[in-house]
């Protein structure tokens, strides 16, 4: 019976070992690990005296503020699911700063400039900053598609477009734009997205919305048609093309979605309620690429490309990063934590072969402890064995 157990336990901790979201899990997990502590060793360099501090507040800083690790995880949480469905057709889409800044632009324009019901005026201006963002998706899919011209190329380079377009149509807006100030005006109270209450924070509905996409990201791509087609194309184009597949039109689908995830993230943004009363997030239009775009790529990479994978670590990456802030308390400049950030993700790179190691290790140590459960158990038996033969022997 033992050792129908023992195989058993072989076999369910074959299936967890191999399984894609144990690979996920291990290599995001050593990778935090490993970046945490260069940071704290950088931070031991820097100020030797206040390095536990500054380090107790990155690791700790963020269940203070609670409401902003939620708020500023939304945007990069919708770049990141951008980034990462698009890297599942075996796309790169670099371009998710201009399509970010394009969707918070639709959602200015119509915040400023459309007069709607209060009720329903801020859901059309989250769905415009999806438009917005699927327009600046179409173009690379387009070339991708039917130019083959490289996506990275492409989305880089829209990147600057976008960013200057937007900040050529924002300061020519003199309704939008406040030039005595250099940024946009506060939003109307109605086109704000509904707070979610939580007192000196920005926090909003918008984070509930983002995980609601990535639920249904996750279903689209593992449970349904076209996500298989979706990822058999990125596996491979011709193999699929040959099974059928219409992987040119599959394409531009994609770069249109990941772009139109990108636009919500800078809806998201801008049309959040600021903590204090009566105002709202503004637009300062100053030449510089959205580095919640660039964030998202960090945040796709540290999840794997999975949906759920990139709703971990999105929160995990805001969470330090208004830790990394309070780090200023005891002498740290904030861009500590953007060291520590660049070193998780260049160390989630190895993924591979720190699963291999992990995985390799744990099984070491699994198959040794079965070893000696099987040893024992067989002792066990050929000790009842012989017991039993001399009872039987004093019975006779």
Known sequence: MENRNILKNRISFKNITQSSGFSSFSSAGMAILLGLIFGFFVMLFAIPGNALAGFRYVLLGGFSRFGDVFYFATPILMTGLSVGFAFKMGLF?????????MGMFFALYVG?????????????????????GMLLGLIPGIFKALLNVNEVITTIMLNYI?????????????????STKTRTNYLPSDVQLPSLGITGSNVNVGIILAIIIGIILYIVLQKTTFGYELKATGLN?????????????????????????SGLGGAFAILAPSAIAGSSMTYEPINIIAANGFNGIAVALLGNSHPIGIILSSLFISHIQRGGTLASLVGYKPEIIDV?????????????????????????????KSYQQEVSANTEEIDTNETSDNDTKEAE
């Not at 889409?93 to 800044?101: C, F, H, L, P, W």
């Not at 976008?162 to 406040?178: E, F, K, P, T, W």
Request: a positive charge; aromatic letters at 12%; proline letters at 1%.
């Open 340 to 368: 520590v950030i660049a070193v998780i993700i260049y160390f989630s790179a190895f993924a591979m072969i720190m699963n291999a190691a992990i995985t390799k290790f744990i099984k070491k140590k699994f198959r040794t």
């Open 237 to 261: 184009k011709h193999a699929s093309e040959y099974a059928g597949m219409k992987g040119k039109t599959n394409i531009i689908i994609t770069m249109v979605i990941a772009g139109g995830l």
């Open 162 to 178: 976008g960013m200057y377009l937007v900040d050529m149509l924002v300061q020519g807006n003199s309704v939008m734009y406040i």
């Open 112 to 132: 400023f400039m459309w007069e709607l019901p209060s009720s329903v005026h801020w859901i059309v201006a989250v769905i415009a900053g999806m438009v917005g």
């Open 93 to 101: 889409n670099i371009g998710a700063s201009g399509q970010y800044t």
